[in-house]
């Protein structure tokens, strides 16, 4: 083991860069990379890197930043529109995996307070994993993005509640009295939030305006910022992901969040490299060899079971069985939190530590295969979909506020209201132009619906949705969206809709402009390219008429 911090750290930082890089040639996740190399070079592999309060502390900072990025893109209005359901499919999830869960360890033999830790170490998802990955799919945005968020940090709280709850379990009657105790976390979460919104309304506004003059001041605040509001989530008993995620929403109404969050995204994810190769060093192999047996049944329960359920409520409650199936598969996987509970349970005597190496061998299946789920998560969905009719509605009223489809003649469908499709939109519908235009930011489709022109919820991505809109009466349909990936399905859906009109797309290269135009696009924009062209145009233009009277006049 190397006892020089420095040394490991630079240890930490080759080996994970080396794995990153296989995991690349093999085309594989890159977190699975990190928590596999964390693990060889841990206790139970070369024993080259032991435990490091400085390794810990960077961990620490990268899920705070990491939540507090997410929290900046969320604000009150978003919350208001996806609370009803966070909350709901939270709650409904935890009990259904708490209690069939807990049947499904007492049939394979285990005691009574066994079978509650493993039946709630089922329970809970790990936000910092499945924030990561909807991150770097760019989906944190997306109605699933930010359910799974919500629902997620609902999760977040009950495990809060749960260990408190266990603690008191282990302890005299006269020592703590658990319904004092419950309301005294409610009591101090009630304070917390009203704090939180007193600075939003008084104090941060102003604060943000004085320091945003100087960029590297505002990032300084933004980092502290977010350590401050994780140190006082921790201390009033939440955990450090709740108080980041608060310290972020309190700023996210500012005009300055998005400034924030992408001048932060490249320490996050630096940072977070520490937290992955912690949890891979934390693991135990020693003990998991004979419990692979009981470890698939409850990973499979996890990875199929959870899911599920949470499709079952989203449907129930008027969301697209695409919405539920992208939402649901952020909890097929057990989070860190099940280990610090395993561990607890240990610590009180509550646990053996066979119990503890079960749920740490399930935690490694269900994060592993889990991860893969998620990043193939809509080809999953094109194969699955014909199966998945069960958890929708005939009519999902959460997402079709309206029938799409009744607004008379249409003669541009525009996808994407981004900066460049707000801009087209806008000048279409200047020019008199039938408009339907779709988004899939739900606060996006608010504010250009009351521009003026019928704007809709739906994801190009959906074949569904597409075979929903009034092709028929379309002549354009002009995709906004600059990523290649999206535009082929959505190419795709309209040759399987039979759209005979014309479609134009959005690209970032003309490398792609080429290839799109060799598959029948009739119109390939690239914004920067035919802005510069345009501009080009009229300067020469404008230069051509200054010139025109000297040359007449000589």
Sequence with gaps: MFENVFVQIAAILGLATLGGLLARLLRQPLLVAFIAVGILIGPSGLGMVGYSSEIELFARLGIALLLFVVGLKLDLHIIRTVGPVALASG?????????????????????????????????????????????????????????????????????VLVMIALTAFGQPASEVSLLQEGLFILLKGALML???????RY?????????????????????AWAVIGAV??????????VGAFLAGISIASTQYREQVAARLVSLRDFLLLFFFIELGASLNLG???????????FSLFVLFGNPLIVMAIMGYMGYRKRTGFLAGLTVAQISEFSLIL??????????????????????????????????????????????LSLFERKVPHRELDSPVGDE???????????????????????????????????????????????????????????????LAQVKWVVSTVRDRAINRMLLNGLHEQGYRGRVAVATSSRHEAKLF???????????????????????????TSHNKPEEHSA
């Design 342 to 387: 395993a561990a607890l349970g240990l610590s009180l005597g509550h646990l053996e530590q066979d119990t503890v190496g079960l749920i740490t061998l399930v935690g490694l299946i269900t994060i592993s295969a889990s991860t893969y789920m998620i990043l193939y998560s809509h080809p999953l969905y094109e194969r699955l979909a014909p199966w």
């Design 408 to 470: 008379g003649k249409v003669d541009v469908l525009l996808i994407g209201l981004g900066r460049f499709g707000s801009a087209v939109a806008e000048h279409l519908y200047e020019r008199g132009s039938r408009l339907l235009a779709v988004d899939f930011d739900p606060e996006l489709v608010k504010s250009h619906t009351e521009k003026g022109y019928t704007v809709h919820y739906g994801d190009a991505e959906d074949p569904e949705f597409i075979g929903s809109l009034p």
């Design 287 to 297: 003990t998991l060899g004979h419990q692979a047996g009981d470890a698939a049944i």
């Design 203 to 223: 104090v941060l506004p102003g604060l943000l305006h004085r320091i945003a003059h100087s960029v590297e001041l505002l990032m300084l605040f933004a980092i």
């Design 91 to 159: 709650l409904g999830q935890v009990l259904f995996t708490s209690v069939v869960g807990y049947l499904i360890a007492l049939l394979l033999g285990m005691s009574h307070v066994a079978a509650i830790y493993v039946a709630v170490a089922l329970t809970f998802s790990s936000t910092i994993i499945i924030v990561k990955l909807l991150s770097d799919k760019r989906e944190v945005d997306a109605l699933h993005g930010r359910i799974a968020v919500g629902f997620l940090i609902v999760q977040d709280i009950v495990v």
């Design 194 to 200: 009203v704090t939180v919104a007193l600075l939003m």
């Design 517 to 543: 135009e060799q598959e029948g696009v009739d119109l390939v924009l690239i914004p920067y390219d035919d802005a510069a062209k345009e501009a080009a145009d009229r300067l020469m233009a404008h230069s």
């Design 232 to 241: 006082a989530g921790d201390a009033l008993g939440f955990s450090k992901e």
